[in-house]
């Protein structure tokens, strides 16, 4: 079965710092892994795809890496904002039994900055 | 460029009854997927339309159902409505090509009660 999972569950940091996200998956074969902010009451907005082939993806502060041996990725957030307080949702798209690309979701790692 | 769309946001229905939500997509993109979002159980994949046809399907039962329209607005259905139904519902289009980046809408909140 195809799982996605994220670490820490939750987490808080202090304004100005930096942090970094796990996501573990087993998905199978494997077709991209993406990283999304969800903001509180609003829909996700997409932070970064990577293929099988790529390691590294940055997108401003935020930076994804992709281990496909290991099955792992993480997402580092540099120097914080509040604004950065969110849900952030690791999604790995892969085929299903019946032959179907179908994206599995991890529950989400929730980050409060404070200041 | 206007977003994803969704309608309505919000959505009170009696256990039993079915209910239709709307997912207008990004002009231009021709694939509309959906999602149900819990605290229980996280976002899920519904289903994926691309050019009227259902293209990939989650593990939902037949109550859920969908469709797309030649101007790719995309429609889901849920029959014979259940307490655990009651979800935040999103649909996100993109231009249907492998490795794109999606667009999600605001969601339908919809209450079963």
């Known amino acids: 079965k195809n799982q996605v999972e994220q670490s820490p569950q939750s987490l808080i940091i202090l304004e100005g710092k930096n942090c970094t996200l796990q996501?573990?998956?087993?998905?199978?074969?494997?077709?991209?892994l993406r990283w999304y902010k969800q903001d509180t009451g609003r829909g996700p907005v997409s932070l970064t795809i990577m293929t099988f082939s790529e390691n590294t993806k940055s997108n401003g502060r935020y930076t994804a890496t992709l281990d496909a041996d290991t099955k792992q990725s993480s997402l580092h957030i540099t120097a914080s904002q509040l604004s950065d307080s969110a849900s952030y949702i690791c999604v790995v798209s892969g085929m299903d039994g019946g032959g179907s690309y179908i994206p599995t979701f991890g529950r989400g790692t929730s980050l409060i900055v404070h200041p | 460029k206007a977003g994803v769309t969704q309608t309505p946001r919000y959505l009170i229905k009696t256990r039993g009854q079915q209910v239709t939500l709307s997912c207008s997509p990004i002009?231009?993109?021709?694939?509309v997927s959906w999602y149900q979002q819990t605290p229980g159980q996280g976002l899920q994949f519904l289903f994926e339309y691309f050019s009227e046809t259902q293209r990939n399907k989650g593990n939902f039962p037949g109550r859920f159902s969908g469709r797309q329209f030649s101007n790719s607005r995309s429609e889901m259905n849920v029959s014979t409505l259940e307490l655990g139904d009651s979800a935040l519902y999103l649909c996100a289009s993109s231009l249907g090509r492998p490795n794109t980046e999606a667009f999600f809408g605001q969601g339908t909140r919809l209450t079963v009660v």
């Open positions: 996501c573990n998956y087993t998905v199978s074969p494997f077709s991209n």
């Open positions: 002009s231009g993109h021709r694939s």
